[in-house]
């Protein structure tokens, strides 16, 4: 399946404080320092144990990636020299079950 374009733009910052202050009915920068406060405390618990849940959202979590050897690899028919690269480690996002049903 061919990825499909994104129907407008992302939700900014602002929009969605704006949003939850709406619904929660406090002060868009009472919001602001909470969104603030929740980014700060993702990146905290992602370093030290690897994962965040947001729940209802989605998951954060890190993965090792292996480090690749040096040599020559074929891609697309073609024979291409591939430099050694060091294993390291990336930050994926998961949706959690209820939103992958909504899309």
């Known amino acids: 399946k061919a990825m499909k374009a994104m129907k407008g733009a992302a939700m900014t910052k602002g929009a969605l404080a704006d949003a939850l202050a709406g619904e929660a009915e406090l002060k868009r920068s009472q919001v602001t320092k909470i969104l603030d406060g929740l980014a700060g405390i993702a990146a905290q618990e992602v ?9 209802g959202v989605c998951m954060v979590k890190t993965r090792v990636k292996p480090a690749t050897k040096a040599g020559k690899r074929e891609m697309f028919g073609k024979v291409v020299v591939v430099k050694a690269k060091p294993a ?8 959690v079950a209820a939103i992958k049903k909504v899309v």
């Open 47 to 55: 370093k030290k144990s690897g994962k965040f849940v947001v729940p």
């Open 88 to 95: 390291k480690t990336v930050v994926k996002a998961f949706p």
